[in-house]
């Protein structure tokens, strides 16, 4: 398809199912969440922001306890860096959760890191927060 032109048919609308903010690198919106559902628990996956920012939260739900996990990519060399999750808030507007269905949330996660680079080591907050919309997979 090199060359050619995109007619409409090429082209497949994208849904936005994130609108979330990090200031991780940055300020900007992460405004994709994937999320799957197998023996009662709930995988979140929210990214977006590409290609200046390559990062992504994942959440993973089992009852009423939640974890999260913040990977982020850096264009320079760091070393030792770590994060650590200081606060955390989810909550759902229906907590019926049905595989092909739409979940409605917001989430808000604070996580400090610290990293060494060029001998410096430095730790800094950030935040991911906003409102998220996917269909259950």
Partial sequence: MTGEKVSKRDK???????????????????????????????????????????????IIVKGVDFSCRFKGVYPAPVSNCRRKIIAKKLTFKDRKIKKGKRLFGRVSVEFEETSTYKGKTETVRHKIEGYIKPVVK
């Fill in 12 to 58: 497949k609308p994208v849904e936005h199912t994130s609108n979330c903010v990090s200031t991780h690198q940055g300020q900007h919106v992460m405004e994709f969440c994937d999320a799957t559902y197998d023996s009662g628990v709930l995988s979140l996956e929210i990214y977006g922001g590409m290609p200046a920012y390559s990062s992504s939260l994942r």
